[in-house]
């Protein structure tokens, strides 16, 4: 079983869900080749346990563009014919490895979170109707398949190993969407990812005004305060502040999570924490599965209790 | 000598021919004063009133009028005053037709005189009781504004916050007409006074006023020629302001003597309680009331009816709690709207000017004004003109929720609506999931029919502590042996407050999909626990041809206690207090059998302070428990406020009530103001359970009651 | 000035399943339907750029079966001029990308808009194999959009942890957006219904082409180990809680 990864990087760090894709095509057997492409890619840390070879493609820009990954992808698959190609499912690689299996006619999967194997066929996990159910799919085609994996779920591969260097030269069409710059989000005054205690509201707060309820709850019991993607998306809170897939990834001593649903891109983000207790109203809420500790209860009544006891 | 006077003694021919040119002058004024407002009441929409509802609004306004009942209630001593000054006003108005009657027509035409004699006695001394009457009702109004200064009428703008305002157009306009009165009847009776002075005839004594105050003068020294020369110049310094003040009329408050009774005439019995269908002409888009001319000429009428009184501003829950409506405010907002876009002021051309397609929303009034209102009726009703606030504000929202002008929240929540069929979000098949702790299974109506349909509601259907009344209600039920069914799945929300909060449409739809399903059921009435539910069903589904018995838990328990379906089993010693629910009270009249059913139970009840049509609403009607808090720091909510009111009647161990959001309000209320361990509350279901010694709950949760 | 927006009728389960007899999906009973929340905020998009810019046509595409034309009258009654479905069976991304391509391809639109994902199926890549098929661009995981109405555009992308790629596309062009990039407006029932009284285009799709994957067997997910509920009023709750933070905090 051929594995293509593709690795994601940010700024001249590889990002995590790379060093989980190796782990995941290390399990299906290998040999693993991790494409990195970049305008420094030698200057990528991926000698990680699993992968057997490293192809760099110099390119001429630092920082992800989607139709460079475009191109170089089916440059790979032409070049390397993988079986599987993994990818991680993240922002930037939506951006183009849809397109590619699209443009190629290819098996594809999106937010993978189980992979096996029968034979030689690949069958993967993924959810279906807002992760309430899972189903598991294979892919009849003939061709290889790209595998978008849910990231925080396979392990992190281990360094070490001795992988085999390559080059490969592609040459690219000029990029239709173009990286200008970066932009930082506002400068959080709190480092949400480097706090011991977070105290988490999500939706069940109901409004705006009640923030602030929790921001002194918080502060008495000396937590920092996180939020849930909602709040953030109705603007009541910046983004340094949420936890989730698609904001911080937190591992805290002690998670305290008030009115959150249990949202599997939410626990994405927070599930490696220490302990974590969970007060929703909703006794069939699915952080009570993730948690530790639980309470069907009202949140604004525990709150309170709280206060009085800090 | 024949008891009577001349008429005019003492002018000469040319003053009486400029007496008679000042009355047609100001005739004139007067008329066209009349007709610019007529005018101004034409640019409104144009409503259907039948002269079958216009008769019937005239017997209403007579009644009203001449009973004063809605003026005395609750203000005894501005309500005899008015009483005194409608009075008194009317009569001497009266006496001067009379007078004008014989002078230019019977006299001249049917050469026939009656104002002498035992009439002309009668006639003199009721218009000095009457008149002396109008003195002590313009006293009181003096007494009341200048002395005593109660809050409602200090004009004190809750809407703009720190803003600045000027009323003093406002005050200044109050005296006016109190001074003008005063000085008229002083005038007045000092006319009669120094005529009587002049030759005191005896049987003037049946002046009793003039007749003293002549005999002071003449004892002062002041009788016969001297006399009637004062006597001459106070009948000009009277007659000039007589006839202004007549003339000033439609350009002053005195404009409410036409106004009100006019708008008690025209005016909606059924204002609020059935909220109107938008009108088929609409055009796209425009819905509600987005420009002064979208209101309907009724309610042009009724921005005139408005004294300033402050009866609504006083009753309001959201003024109460500091929201920024009152709804006298609101009134006298659109009240200078109109008058400076289309009324006599613009025709005047006197400031401040409005546009008459200027938008009302943002201009005029604030959307979170509108927004703020739970439409619980208190001002409608209090309102002793008639002005019909809720059916205004409602037309406003229809606007603000056609332009997206609303809370985030409130469009959640209508998106939830039509999306699942209920507030919470929650999907169809969780609705009836609240009968599963029951011992017994509750007939689905759909398949079986049954006596009684029981349409339960989203409150009760899914707030957990609201399942537990539910519960208790369906084994009272059972224990009686009725025969029940409710909808399962299939129930929508009523509609009640979505309609109340605007959306008009979601209501029509919700209404067209409960009529279908519940007219394919067999049964033979409908009741609810939830008085929002009720009262649209039982009043505003019909016109969409909805049309059933329908009745409210609290008049089924009490047909069950009566009949002895329900035997009470163990007598409760409470001593308790019942808030009267708006959909229920004040919007249906039920007040008596919610009363019944507690005695039937044996308690103690203590009336709340503000009861029965009095009721303070708990905050949550008109869909504003779907919105986002707009109180100030530091006021207390109105449901805290109720809350504070039942601790001061001491010793109370009950807060019952008789609707799912008054549950869930003042639940959480008890918490929030403190008073947790004072007082807890009470379904009315869960004491009629209790009564027949049941468990409250047979699920694990009887600890938890208190909290 | 064209604007395309491809939306998608999503199916919601509540917490409760039960499954078809041959165990490949959910029984639709236990299903309710809505506009998907992203394509909401797509179309929203595509509604303020209209307004931005004085005047272009937005219209409203979804590939499905009849049902799915709620999701357009949604669209209409939000404020877009046209509605077009494609009639399709199509579930997996890929597919349904082809099928969206037969309406979109005769509007030659300046832009075309997808939510990043669907609620109920979470792929995230409708759009991107859309722009393949389209041969256009893509910027993926829009939460801010800036355009005069010609040339390149300008989005801003959301990273994880809110770091913000600015990215300038060439149009015509493929954007999928994110929540949190506007508020979708209200339609009211009164447009709704106005709604269902406007024609909806229906075509047929080339239904050609493997699906992307095949689903085997679904199933209800096995339940967590759960959490040790707490038990008692909240003050008992509290009390707990204080009490395993302290211990955990040491």
Known sequence: MRVLVIAEHLRGQVRDVTYELIAAGHLLGGPVLVAAIGSEPAALDLTRVGVDEIVHVPVAGPDFESDVYQQVLAALIADRRPDVILVGFTVNSIGYAPAVATKLKLGFASDVFALRQEGETIIATRAFYGSKVHAEIDFPGPGPVILMLRPTVWPLAAPGGAPKVTEMRVSLTASRARHVQFAEPPKADVDIGSADFLLSIGRGIGEKEKIALFEGLAEKMGATLAVSRPLVDAGWMPSSRQVGQSGRTVKPKVYLALGISGAVQHLAGMKASGTIIAINKDPEAAIFDAAHYGAVADLFEVARELEKLY | MTPTRTTFEGLAPWEVAVWYALVVISTAVLMWGIGRLLLKYRHGWRSRLSSRQLARGVARAALSVFSHDKLRRRQRLAGTGHLLIFYGFLTLFIGTVILAFQDDFARPILHFEFWRGNFYLVYSLLLDVFGAGLIAGVAVMAVTRGVLKPARLNYKRVDLGEAKFDRSRYVVGDWLLVGALLYLTVTGFLLEALRIAETNPSFEVWSPVGWSLAQALRGAGISGAAASDAHLAVWWLHAVIALAFVAAIPFTKAVHMLASPANLAVGNERAGKELPRPAAATRPGQVGYAHITDLSWQHLVSLDACTKCGRCHDACPATAAGYPLSPRDLILDLREAAEGSIGIRAALGIPPRYKEDAPLLGEVVRPETVWSCTQCMACVSVCPVGIEHVPIINQLRRRLVEQNEMDATLQKTLEAIHTNGNSFGEPRRKRPRWTRELPFAVKDIRQQPADLLWFVGDFASFDPRNQRVNRALARVLQTAGADFGILHDAERTAGCDVRRAGEEGLWASLAEQNIATISACEFKRIFSSDPHGYHTLKNEYPELGGRWTVIHHSELLLELLESGRLRPVKRLGYRVTYHDPCMLGRYNGVYDQPRRVLEALGVELVEMPRNRSNSFCCGAGGGRIWMKELRPEGVRRPSEQRIDEAIALGGIDYFVVACPKDVAMYEDAIKTSGHQGKIQLRELSELVLETLDLPLDSTAETGKEAS | ?250
């Open chain 3, 1 to 250: 000035m064209k604007l395309v927006v491809c939306v998608k009728l999503v199916k919601i389960l509540g917490d409760e399943v039960e499954f078809k007899p041959d165990g490949m999906d959910v029984d639709p009973d236990y299903l309710e339907a809505a506009l998907n929340e992203w394509d909401a905020c797509a179309l929203e998009e595509a509604l303020l750029i209209r307004e931005r810019l004085g005047a272009a046509e937005v219209v409203a595409v979804t590939a499905g079966a009849s049902g799915s034309e709620e999701a357009l009258r949604r669209c209409l009654a939000m404020g877009a001029d046209r509605a077009i479905r494609v009639e399709s069976t199509a579930e997996d991304p890929l597919s349904t990308a082809r099928e969206l391509v037969a309406a979109v391809t005769p509007e030659s639109p300046d832009l075309v808009l997808c939510g990043v994902q669907s609620s109920d199926s979470v792929q995230g890549s409708t759009g991107t194999a859309l722009s393949e098929l389209l041969g256009l661009p893509c910027v993926a995981v829009v939460k801010k959009l800036e355009w005069a109405g010609s040339g390149p555009a300008t989005a801003h992308r959301e990273l994880e942890g809110g770091l913000i790629d600015i990215v300038e596309v060439d149009t015509p062009a493929v954007l999928t957006i994110q929540t949190g990039i506007n508020q979708p407006r209200y339609a009211t029932l009164r447009a709704i219904k106005v709604a269902e009284q406007q024609e909806i285009v229906v075509i047929r799709g080339p239904s050609d082409g493997p699906p992307a994957y095949r689903i085997r067997r679904m199933f209800a997910p096995p339940k967590g180990h759960g959490a040790q509920m707490l038990e008692g009023g909240p003050d008992e709750i509290a009390k707990q809680i204080a009490g395993i933070i302290r211990e955990r905090l040491k």
